[in-house]
């Protein structure tokens, strides 16, 4: 079941490296399917790979995903024992905000499948565009942490706090899992 599982998982991940559903496909470099385990117990999902991942085909390796790894660790957490992707798997261009046809097709064609098949037991929602596209009905049964997106962490003092506050609830809900 894990060895199909994973098969599957890479499956999709090879669908979206060479996708052409929407125009990103156009400016991108690499496509970021995410990376963890098939049968990862957390998922993070956060908004759009920024330049660094876009170079690198891999989510959350710049700025952003350094404070990420920082977060996790604090929270007692192994990034290599959580699944990370986000709503839109193609860098937009000058870093901007994924249209909703962008995000919409993204979700319906290859997030949707990638929890289904993972199925983790906690969600974590990495900001507003995570929170606004990822569908309730995907979420059903799960236990949902919505947080800001490590970049916002990084910018603004009051958002660190907030997001390193939440991750030690995290830390803390993960433990009880356990």
């Not at 839109?88 to 290859?110: G, Q, W």
């Amino acid at each position: 079941m894990i060895m199909k599982r994973k098969q599957e998982v890479e499956r999709i991940a090879e669908k979206i490296r060479k996708c052409t559903l929407c125009r990103l496909w156009k400016t991108r470099n690499k496509a970021v399917p995410g990376e963890g385990p098939s049968n990862a117990k957390i998922m993070f999902i956060g908004q759009a790979p920024g330049r660094e991942e876009d170079k690198t085909g891999r989510p959350f390796v710049g700025r952003a995903g350094k404070f990420l790894n920082e977060l996790l660790e604090n929270a007692g957490m192994n990034r290599k024992k959580v699944f990370i992707t986000s709503v839109v798997k193609c860098f937009p261009p000058r870093n901007r905000l994924p249209t909703s046809d962008e995000a919409k097709t993204c979700v319906e064609t290859y997030l949707k499948k990638q929890i289904l098949l993972i199925n983790p037991k906690v969600v974590v929602l990495l900001g507003k565009v995570a929170q606004k596209y990822v569908p309730d009905e995907l979420l059903s049964g799960r236990i949902v942490v919505k947080t800001i997106h490590p970049a916002a962490g990084m910018r603004f003092p009051r958002m660190r706090k907030k997001i390193k506050r939440d991750f030690k609830l995290l830390g803390k809900l993960v433990e009880e899992l356990s």
